[in-house]
């Protein structure tokens, strides 16, 4: 729809009523755009301010795996197609943070980008984070709450998780000296 100026327009005027002083849309897609598609964004929505959650590599791999083999876009799932996936830039691309943010570091001033982390979010000091960044007041969430949640999956095999961390060095390096202690404790596996 990024690629259809008018289509990208109409779709917020129709879902975002005229009197709305902040509105958001969500997409894992926007990690995959150009410096052009970025430059894009800002000219559409002059005042724009990014939000760019970060989860595990392999995690977040994994999860858009699953979540394909549920809504029947994908035909296998174990071993056999988690090696598949980290073959293909569907699932690869999105985990590249160092690419992402490079590109919107470019269009973006950094105090206009928002850098979290999934495995952060749920917690009142990062929702108050968020808060602050976008100038809302602060409202704590019900994080016990689980919406769309997945089912339970099985724990990855040490060797997947290892090709899978291998295929994401540059990124998880990036992210470490990026962002040092901010990182969740849950991406530092030896």
Request: glycine share 6%; net charge neutral.
């Amino acid at each position: 729809m990024i690629s259809e100026p008018e289509a990208y327009r109409a779709y917020f005027e129709r879902y975002v009523p005229k009197r709305c002083r902040l509105f958001g849309e969500i997409t894992p897609s926007y990690s995959l755009l150009p410096v052009a598609g970025f430059e894009d964004v800002a000219r559409r929505f002059n005042e724009v301010k990014v939000i760019f959650l970060m989860r595990d590599p392999v995690e977040r791999v994994y999860s858009q795996l699953r979540m394909h083999k549920r809504n029947g876009t994908a035909h296998s799932d174990g071993e056999a197609a988690f090696l598949k996936a980290l073959e293909d830039p569907v699932y690869l691309e999105r985990g590249y943070y160092h690419k992402t943010l490079t590109r919107l570091y470019s269009v973006f001033s950094r105090d206009r980008v928002f850098t979290g982390f999934y495995e952060n979010l749920f917690s009142d000091a990062e929702v108050a984070r968020l808060c602050d960044f976008l100038g809302i007041p602060f409202q704590p969430g019900a994080y016990g709450k689980m919406i769309n949640a997945a089912p339970e999956r099985t724990a990855l095999a040490p060797h997947l998780v290892a090709e899978a961390r291998a295929r994401f060095a540059e990124a998880y390096d990036f992210c470490f000296t990026e962002f040092g202690e901010r990182v969740p404790e849950s991406w530092r596996r030896d």
